[in-house]
């Protein structure tokens, strides 16, 4: 049965009039349903919110970050929906000004201005770079009094015309960032000096500047918290740069990317180091290797300061190069930091690049982790030339190794150093090596045992236990186990305390392994019967490697992994990227170590 209404009983002369009469009571009906569920949502908990813990909910949705296979799809406005599920939604939205605080490029023209609109007198937030960049003096200039950041990607013609009317006062800027997108050099009027600004940025802590001049002189180089300078047009000088830093200590970030002349005079040794001492995170990118070693050289920051430092050096110079530095940052180092709770060290060489990679793990009273990153680069493509046995050895006693748990590395260790450095050390359980570095390690282990063990006469034989291995593809299946083991008796295991004490896995890659293995199999058996098992072997891409071998080390380790290599001694091949120079560095460290061993790599 239709519900009543008065117009259902009233006649009209013509369909005209009733349209134009039923329609207006329509439109009152909606605008009382519309009436009634809003009257019906003030009883929901939602609506109880107060408005300023529902504006906080809608700036959480704001920033909500987007799953991946998602991104693609999404804009940073679909918070904006937050305005259509209610009226009362949108009423708090609207009357929020800190919402609409956030400007970019990226949006519409209209909407960017919508939203400077509705921002009212906010602190701003403003992102010009890409596409309707071109229009940042519109919405920076007017505006310059009240934004807080304020991020730039322009060229270098609209930087020079946008830089002309940064003529106010920013009081209430606290982080600039500027990117200049292409290579045009910039003319002085552009350099960011005291005229930017009106020399007036009382808060601002965080600075970024990219392909952009600066007078180190300025007054907003003050008070910064992070710095970051890459590739100014006109570079600065060693002096002019510590100048500047000087008048910085309460720097916690510092990022310096070629911002030095090439070829100019370095600084004085005589100046007075620069002390940082909030400095959390330093990095000098790009420069020449002396220059770079410049700046360093002159800071003074925490111990546990992440380091990251990238160079350009003339061809010929390596390790002693490494050497210099940690001897530099080591020095730079305002007191010793207290031991981490573990340490990984990975150090690389290859034919133009020498790295060295420290991760440390912060004990539970400090905050932060801290890393140390060395990159040496051969200028133009040339070679860094490769450290022999005595220049590694002293890099590491520029390095504190006790909380070392994971070392891996292709650079040349000869036995001495694999024995007395790394060898004691309390925490290593993971060591990764490759050619005749692994050679050098292995012949380290074995070393140790023979100088501790009875003579081979007094030894007693016996075969091993022989357990399943992991296989690669291309491995081959039904070895033979009837490897002979010597092994020491139980007193004597007892009593020896062998190197690598805490071992348990080992990578080698790429090395020839001894005919026969018996002084290896003697050694890993040893260092079982005293409970400092290797519980895990890792051999890739090994010469000399068959069942008979694989079989006589599943005995005394836990688990041997095979990629399933077979490759065989060839003379007439080089097994090391580094070619036959190497050789004659490590032979002779080997004489009288490992006497069953083939030193023939390939």
Not at 274 to 297: E, K, N, T
Not at 505 to 518: R, S
């Amino acid at each position: 049965m239709m519900s009543y209404h008065p117009i259902l009983t009233q006649r009209f002369d013509t369909s005209d009039i009733a349209f134009t009469k039923i329609d207006k009571e329509l439109a009152a009906l909606r605008d009382t349903i519309r009436a009634l569920h809003a009257f019906r949502n003030t009883f929901t908990p939602v609506y109880r919110l107060p408005p300023e813990i529902l504006t906080r909910i809608f700036s959480f949705v704001r920033h909500v970050p987007k799953p991946a296979f998602y991104s693609n799809r999404a804009t940073p406005l679909e918070w904006v929906d937050v305005t259509r599920v209610s009226q009362h939604w949108r009423n708090v939205a609207i009357g929020s000004p800190t919402l609409w605080s956030h400007i970019s490029s990226t949006y519409p023209k209209r909407l960017a201005e919508e939203f400077l609109q509705r921002s009212k007198a906010a602190p701003l937030s403003i992102d010009m770079r890409g596409p309707g960049s071109q229009d940042a003096d519109q919405f920076i200039t007017p505006s310059l009094f009240r934004i807080r950041e304020l991020t730039l990607g322009l060229s270098s013609a609209s930087w020079i015309g946008l830089s002309r009317n940064l003529s106010s006062p920013a009081p209430l800027l606290e982080s600039l960032s500027i990117m200049i997108t292409d290579n045009v050099k910039q003319s002085t009027s552009s350099t960011i000096s005291d005229t930017t600004f009106a020399g007036t940025t009382p808060r601002l802590r965080f600075l970024e500047l990219t392909g952009c001049s600066v007078d180190i002189n300025s007054s907003i180089f003050s008070d910064l918290n992070a710095l970051d300078l890459c590739n100014p047009p006109q570079k600065l000088l060693v002096t002019d740069l510590l100048t500047c830093l000087r008048n910085l200590p309460r720097l916690t970030s510092l990022v310096l990317t070629e911002v030095l002349v090439t070829g100019a005079p370095l600084a004085s040794s005589n100046l007075d180091t620069i002390v940082l001492a909030s400095l959390a995170s330093l990095a000098i990118r790009g420069g020449s290797f002396a220059q770079d070693l410049d700046i360093l050289s002159h800071l003074s920051f925490p111990a546990n300061t992440t380091l990251r430092f990238y160079s350009i050096t003339p061809t010929g110079e390596g390790l002693p190069s490494l050497s210099e530095f940690l001897r530099v940052h080591k020095a730079s180092r305002l007191q010793e930091s207290s031991q981490p709770l573990q340490a990984s060290l990975d150090l690389r060489c290859s034919w133009n690049l020498l790295r060295l990679f420290i991760h440390a793990e912060c004990n539970e009273s400090e905050s932060v982790d801290s890393l140390l990153t060395f990159e040496l680069v051969g200028q133009w493509g040339g070679m860094v030339e490769m450290p022999d046995q005595t220049e590694t050895a002293t890099l590491f006693s520029y390095l504190s190794l006790p909380s070392l748990t994971t070392f891996s590395t292709n650079c040349n260790i000869g036995v001495e150093t694999w024995t007395n450095i790394f060898g004691p050390l309390p925490k290593l359980q993971h060591v990764s090596a490759s050619g005749f570095r692994a050679i050098n390690l292995l012949s380290a282990i074995v070393a140790d045992f023979k100088a501790r063990s009875p003579p081979s006469s007094e030894r007693k034989q016996k075969k091993p236990n022989t357990r399943g291995r992991k296989k690669g593809k291309g491995s081959r299946s039904g070895g033979k186990q009837g490897s002979q083991v010597a092994s020491t008796s139980n007193s004597q295991a007892v009593d020896w305390e062998p190197i690598f004490p805490q071992l348990e896995t080992l990578e080698l890659e790429k090395m020839t392994f001894p005919e026969p293995v018996t002084d290896l199999v003697a050694a890993l058996s040893a260092r079982k019967m005293v409970g400092k098992e290797i519980k895990s072997i890792s051999v890739l891409e090994c010469l000399n490697l068959g069942d008979e071998v694989l079989d006589a080390l599943d005995g005394c380790v836990g688990e041997i992994s095979w990629d399933g290599y077979t490759g065989s001694v060839d003379e007439d091949e080089d097994e090391d990227e580094f070619g036959e120079d190497y050789m004659d560095s490590y032979d002779s460290d080997l004489d009288g170590y490992f006497a069953p061993w083939s030193y023939t790599i390939l």
